[in-house]
């Protein structure tokens, strides 16, 4: 499905990422030992949710012949009061919709395939390799 690498840089925190076409940088903020040389942990997983809600919200429309016009979203982490991770999702577009067009992207974006894996989880796991010297 996807494959990612990550690599440190020699600055604490900062790691670079690629799929062996792009590359993102990581980091964490100062306030926690990072040099806030890109998003933090946390921002690449709403970025990641953010980026599957405007696509395939884009793509419904385009299927149905409704103009967007601008899209954007602005995402929200918090946890609540048994630590358990909330994201908010604010959509907007200057294209003219109707309330019941606002509502079928509102539940499509309920079924997105990064929503729909985020909400699941996923089973991870993790081995162990030497690296070369």
């Known amino acids: ?10 600055t604490p925190h ?5 799929n062996g076409r ?3 940088v990581s980091d964490e903020p100062p306030a926690l030992g990072g040099q806030d040389a890109g998003m933090a942990p946390f921002e690449l997983y709403l970025a990641a949710l953010a980026s599957c809600t405007a696509i395939t919200l ?6 149905k012949g409704w ?3 601008r899209f954007s979203a602005e995402l929200v982490s918090s946890r609540d009061s048994d630590g358990r991770l909330q994201v908010h999702r ?32 996923a089973r991870i796991t993790s081995e162990h390799r030497v690296a070369a010297r």
């Open 1 to 10: 499905m996807a494959r990612v690498t990550i690599e440190s840089t020699g």
């Open 14 to 18: 900062t790691h670079r990422i690629g």
């Open 22 to 24: 792009h590359v993102l």
């Open 58 to 63: 884009r793509m419904y429309a385009e299927k």
């Open 67 to 69: 103009d967007l016009g």
């Open 90 to 121: 604010t959509l907007s577009a200057s294209g003219a919709l109707d309330d019941a067009q606002w509502q079928r992207l509102l539940d499509v974006a309920t079924r997105t395939p990064v929503t729909l894996a985020m909400a699941q989880g």
